[in-house]
């Protein structure tokens, strides 16, 4: 496909390109940062601060400065002059769950995956649900699990070679320097999950059927963020709180069922919008929900990183 001639978005959502075939051209989509750099340096440092005392992570400790920085790689790589990272960037930053819920189990890599909603997309074409059909592409749907554990695999690889050049005598200094970037990158689609709008359709306002009478205008999503981070002062505070970073029996299914646990709290982050509690710098209870949610962030990442560098010593 060629690179787009332009961005036309709807609030975060990128209006869909001339269509040849519903069933040929996916829906573009443009998801908002979760946090902007403050909230990702926040969750990198409150991480660094909860990883165990010993020696083989000191370098970490160290390095916190440097990792806080890393953590908002991905947002740079979305420079618009970039016709083929950009579009290529946006997927790994969010999952729509309700589009997916023909999934019995979410398959283990991300070409799987993109061959099941293939397949499902043909069985909607062959039923004539088009508007279905239409919106499971990868890049329409997300793809969050898969770029986390792909580079989780990255770190957990590193941390292989950095325990063999020890024991070798070897220099270790461009080894965790390798290690330091797979964690700042790492970190930031971790935060993502942490955030309930990276886990839905309703990332910036609801969408389609609205009971409640949920926000459907643009700002949701700038709203949430500016409230806790800008303008409460917690940053500040939560930075030096600690989580407690464990070891991880799958990683993959342990980081999904983190994502769900987002995906669960829409409706509560929208029924607080709904009341003002994000307007200005937010009310109590948007204030502890938000902390909630970046320390949860916070320590689902930890233990990623803690259980790469222990899954490594496995021959």
Not at 17 to 40: E, R, T
Not at 74 to 81: A, I, Q, Y
Not at 228 to 250: C, Y
Request: a positive charge; hydrophobic letters at 40%; aromatic letters at 12%.
């Amino acid at each position: 496909m060629q690179a787009f001639p332009q961005w036309i978005c709807r609030t975060e959502r990128l209006v869909s390109l001339p269509i040849l075939s519903l069933l040929l051209l996916p829906a573009w989509v443009c998801p908002a940062m979760a946090w902007g750099p403050n909230g990702h340096r926040t969750v990198t440092h409150v991480a660094v601060n909860s990883l165990p005392s010993t020696p083989e992570l000191a370098f970490i400790r160290r390095n916190g400065v440097a990792l806080a920085f890393l953590s908002a790689e991905p947002d740079r790589w979305r420079d618009r002059d970039q016709s083929a990272l950009r579009p290529a960037n946006f997927p790994d930053h969010f999952i729509e769950f309700e589009s997916l819920s023909f999934l019995s189990a979410f398959p283990p890599d991300r070409y799987q995956f993109a061959r099941a909603l293939s397949a499902r997309r043909r069985e909607l074409g062959q039923s004539r649900q088009i508007s279905q059909a239409r919106e499971l592409f990868p890049e329409r749907v997300g793809l969050q699990p898969y770029v986390t554990a792909e580079i989780y695999g990255r770190l957990e690889i590193a941390w292989r070679q950095h325990r063999s050049a020890k024991a070798a005598g070897r220099p270790l200094g461009p080894i965790e320097q390798a290690i330091l970037f797979y964690m700042g990158w790492l970190s930031h689609y971790v935060a993502d999950g942490s955030q309930p709008l990276h886990t839905t359709r309703h990332f910036n306002g609801w969408e389609g059927s609205n009971p409640n009478g949920y926000s459907t205008g643009p700002g949701v999503h700038a709203k949430v963020e500016d409230a806790f981070l800008n303008r409460s002062g917690q940053a500040p505070v939560l930075r030096k709180q600690t989580v407690r970073a464990r070891i991880l029996r799958d990683p993959f299914s342990d980081y999904l069922a983190y994502l769900r646990g987002s995906f669960s709290l829409v409706p509560r982050l929208y029924e607080l919008e709904k009341s003002g509690a994000f307007n200005g710098g937010g009310t109590p209870a948007a204030r502890q929900f938000l902390s909630e949610r970046m320390l949860a962030g916070a320590e689902m990442l930890a233990s990623l990183w803690y259980t790469a560098s222990q899954a490594s010593k496995r021959p």
